[in-house]
């Protein structure tokens, strides 16, 4: 595979890493104000947990939902029966990453071109999220763009492949 290629679903999955420890973050922030509110009312008084705290994490976990499968895709953690698979030819391996790879390039591009219409209806219907109000249509972009990035990773391996079979 590419090494452009290659940085560029690592620093993808990075980026996911980053954003997954916020909503940890954010989430333990919150745990912990509902531990000190619920202190603060023997004592009569209040501590309120994170305005929008919801809407964050929904719309975070929904853009790097999709961020670790490149990733993934280019280590090939992808799951894979090998107990059985192992036991083929070689030749009939090829022939199933081939068909593997070629249907995940597919999957990945369906989904990227539904998504994209999902965004754009989003956007049409001026979407928010109920407690911050912010737009939800931004959120689709990193989903977009992995599942573009994973199809691109896939394509390259099922290139890759072709063209050592080929030597």
Request: charged residues 10%; contains cysteine; neutral net charge.
């Amino acid at each position: 595979m590419s090494k452009a290629l290659d940085q560029i679903a690592s620093g993808w999955a990075l980026l996911a890493g980053i954003l997954t420890f916020l909503i940890i973050a954010v989430t333990t922030i919150n745990v912990a104000a509902f531990g000190l509110d619920r202190l603060a009312r023997l004592m009569g008084a209040h501590v309120s947990g994170l305005a929008g705290y919801e809407d964050f994490v929904q719309l975070a976990l929904s853009a790097i939902a999709l961020m670790f499968f490149p990733y993934c895709q280019s280590q090939k953690g992808h799951v894979a029966v090998d107990l059985f698979v192992d036991r083929l030819s070689p030749r009939v391996q090829r022939g199933l990453e081939t068909i593997t790879l070629l249907l995940t390039v597919a999957a990945a591009l369906f989904l990227a071109y539904w998504m994209t219409l999902g965004m754009i209806s989003a956007y049409e219907d001026h979407a928010l999220s109920p407690i911050l109000g912010w737009y939800n249509w931004p959120f689709y972009i990193p989903g977009i763009l992995s599942l573009i990035l994973w199809a691109g990773v896939a394509a390259e391996q099922l290139v890759g492949g072709v063209q050592r079979r080929g030597r």
